[in-house]
């Protein structure tokens, strides 16, 4: 399905609420050369109850005591925004994807024109919801955070349900930011072994590194924060990559993919080259005269290799030079005679 690694700048709720600073995300974004933007499409009343208290690390980012419900209020962004984001990412040359948080909310992308749907780790379990996504006959890109790969696999089922057959799997860690000894990327493995889907990772670390090891252990799929200044205000800012860092974790995931290459073991073309002068050959000892019988004292194996490879001195041993040869001179094919 990903002929590469598919890379998906999260926008989510780093706009703030401005249509202006989302489209100014998505140029960033485009121009750190990621394949996609996501969003998250809400309202805050389908989402969360008035009185719900907000995350831990929402309250560390966002630095007052209101609940989750206004905090998530001032975030929210209109169909008619939503329809112009769409419409930019199309300009930009970047896919528009979006997490919707309610039947409402999948209507709204299906209507405005959603590349593909990226199920919250929050709503593995919403099998309602991805039913309802699933017949959309959009891809679905579905995370994991928090999962059993039982809950994993009932998330399948529905998404089947609903006629759903494109379908990408994400391993999460859901803490912000997740520590790397929590990461278990080997459950990428799993996934992929039990369920035959393309597996990717969301990374809610600190930095790239986790992220590069996940593509180096075939994630193809990699989600992450982005966003224009990590003092922003807002709840997600800080666990955020600042433009420059975002293009240096492109670039980085794109030199490891080329890094990997195609499992073929052999030279590459420049090594080629370098094995003329970096191996050995079958070297005359001395100078040597047409039709001496070659003994173990008139050769030697030294550098460079641009004449007959040491593995065939059982070969050489015992054959008749053909015509004379100098002594320090790499012995060729054409140099004997059985």
Known sequence: ???RCYIIAEIGVNHNGSFDLACRMIDAAAACHADAVKFQTFRAEDLVTTSAAKAAYQSANTQNDDSQFSMLKALELSEDEFARLYDYCQQKGIAFLSTPFSLDAVDLLARIGVDAYKVSSGDLTHLGLLTHMARQGKPIILSSGMGTIGEVEEAITAIHAGGGSDISLLHCVSNYPAAPED??????DTMAQAFGLPVGWSDHTLGAAISWAAVARG????EKHIT???SLPGPDH?????PDDFAEFVTGIRRIEAAIGTGRKGPTEAEKQT????RRSITSTRDLSKGTVLTESDIKIVRPG????PRHLPLVLG??????VPADTPLVAEDIHD
């Not at 990461?183 to 990428?188: Q, S």
């Not at 094995?275 to 970096?278: K, R, S, Y």
């Open 1 to 3: 399905m990903y002929d």
């Open 183 to 188: 990461c278990n990327l080997a459950a990428m």
């Open 219 to 222: 994630a193809r799929i990699i």
């Open 228 to 230: 224009l200044d990590q």
């Open 238 to 242: 800080k666990a955020s990559m600042e």
């Open 275 to 278: 094995a003329l002068v970096g």
């Open 306 to 309: 641009t004449g007959l490879a």
């Open 319 to 324: 054959c008749t030079l053909s015509r004379d």
